[in-house]
């Protein structure tokens, strides 16, 4: 509810948002109110009150993939064009993999240094279904991890390797 003066001018009518909710009595006492968000996902959370022995929560849900997909189309008319941020973002939402797979070759080339790099090319290549060049990717990652001793892209890609391999 907006512009409200107090609880002697409440109207129904001027709710913004009306949730059912089922309260849960808590173990504890929670001594301030309390807001959190639970079960946070790209495009949905729970909002969660709590106050005393009582909780409730509830569902909130975007659609976002519009507004994304208008800002990822706007940023690659810039000069700097998010190749490697926009062809994750096709990966992750299963969109068209053949673009997803041209930005990650873009956001590649020149990589000498970056074996996090060469992992997500593996990984888009092999949903791609190119299992040759995930394993080239791959390979790559694992020599350039294993150049500058970074363990965890060394499991990574030694990892992607082993899938893009079967």
């Known amino acids: 509810m907006l512009n409200n003066g107090g609880a002697y001018t409440y109207e129904e009518a001027d709710d913004v948002l009306r949730v059912k909710v089922k309260p849960q009595t808590l173990p504890s006492h929670v001594e301030t109110f309390t807001i959190e968000f639970d079960n946070v996902h790209e495009q949905a959370l729970d909002l969660s009150l709590s106050w005393e022995k009582t909780k409730v929560s509830f569902n909130i849900a975007v659609d976002q993939k519009q507004e994304i997909l208008a800002s990822i189309d706007e ?36 990589n000498t240094k970056a074996p996090h790099v060469k992992y997500w090319k593996s990984l888009v290549l092999a949903k791609a279904g190119d299992k040759a060049g995930a394993i080239k990717a791959a390979e790559e990652g694992l020599a350039m991890a294993k150049a500058a001793n970074n363990q965890e892209y060394v499991k990574l890609n030694t990892q992607a390797l082993n899938a893009a391999k079967k």
């Open 75 to 110: 940023a690659m008319k810039g000069q700097k064009k998010p190749y490697f941020q926009a062809a994750m973002y096709y990966f992750a939402n299963d969109l068209d993999m053949q673009k997803a797979v041209e930005w990650m070759k873009e956001a590649d080339k020149g």
